[in-house]
Nanobody
Framework: QVQLEESGGGLVQVGGSLRLSCAFS????????MAWFRQAPGKEREFVAA????????YYADSVKGRFTISRDNAKNTVYLQMNSLKPEDTAAYYC????????????????WGQGTQVTVSS
């Protein structure tokens, strides 16, 4: 059973940066597409970014394009989300997810999830 564990969340001021990490275990990391989703209180979980097996193909939600960067290190079984120029509307719990197969931005299609890490952007 694949296990995912996020880290790196915290409190940051508007315009600041954070880097989230997601450690993958109990599976073959390079066989999975990885993604980040987020969920703010009272809102649905939304897609943030995804990356393919090799790390060459990356996909972003329009709301984070140009500010966030997803990457992966297959040697370390870890996926990252570098978040720059943070805004108050980026405040949410951020979740790491894994799936096999083709690209998807739909949360229901992801097989495995982490417990989430909270990001709070203060103004």
């Amino acid at each position: 059973q694949v296990q995912l564990e996020e880290s790196g969340g915290g409190l940051v001021q508007v315009g600041g940066s954070l880097r989230l990490s997601c450690a993958f275990s109990e599976g073959t990391f390079s066989s999975y597409r990885m993604a980040w989703f987020r969920q703010a209180p009272g809102k649905e979980r939304e897609f943030v970014a995804a990356i393919n097996y090799s790390g060459i193909m990356r996909y972003y939600a329009d709301s984070v394009k140009g500010r966030f960067t997803i990457s992966r290190d297959n040697a370390k079984n870890t996926v990252y989300l570098q978040m720059n120029s943070l805004k108050p509307e980026d405040t949410a719990a951020y979740y790491c997810a894994a799936r096999r197969g083709y690209y998807s931005s739909t949360s229901l299609t992801y097989e495995y999830w982490g417990q989430g890490t909270q990001v709070t952007v203060s103004s």
